[in-house]
């Protein structure tokens, strides 16, 4: 038989563990919203960089995009640096960053394993031959 306010013990015991996994899925779920807003980002520049014949245009273009994408979209707090190669056959887009998680409980349980991220995308070159042949049928 249960006495009176035993539940109310056993509860106060359980919510710190249910209150912090909802702050771990929140926070997570920030995280995963930045990543994919960094993986779009890198995909849109090497794709944009992709359309253009000129290696100078194609850097710029590249490089542009990047600039549209990653500002003010990211939830947490980032240190980044991306690059632009632009080779004869392909775009290269990198992205290297961490994310600003480096104090509090969440850092010492993260201690940098999570918070570096690295993307890189390729897109293949426009092949100006080929691509005045299709667009003048």
Request: proline share 1%.
């Amino acid at each position: 038989m249960m006495k009176k306010g035993s539940l109310t013990i056993e509860l106060s015991l359980i919510m710190p563990v249910i209150l912090g996994l909802f702050v771990v899925m929140i926070f997570t779920g920030f995280i995963l919203h930045d990543k994919c807003i960094v993986n779009k980002a890198c995909l849109s520049a090497a794709l944009r960089g992709s359309q253009e014949t000129d290696d100078a245009k194609a850097m710029d273009m590249a490089g542009r995009a990047i600039s549209e994408v990653i500002p003010g979209r990211l939830l947490c707090k980032w240190t980044y640096d991306t690059s632009v190669d632009v080779g004869e056959d392909e775009v290269r887009v990198s992205f290297k960053g961490t994310t600003g998680v480096t104090g509090g409980l969440a850092g010492r349980l993260l201690e940098n394993k999570n918070t570096v991220h690295d993307y890189e995308c390729n897109a293949g070159r426009l092949n100006r031959a080929d691509h005045l042949r299709k667009n003048k049928q």
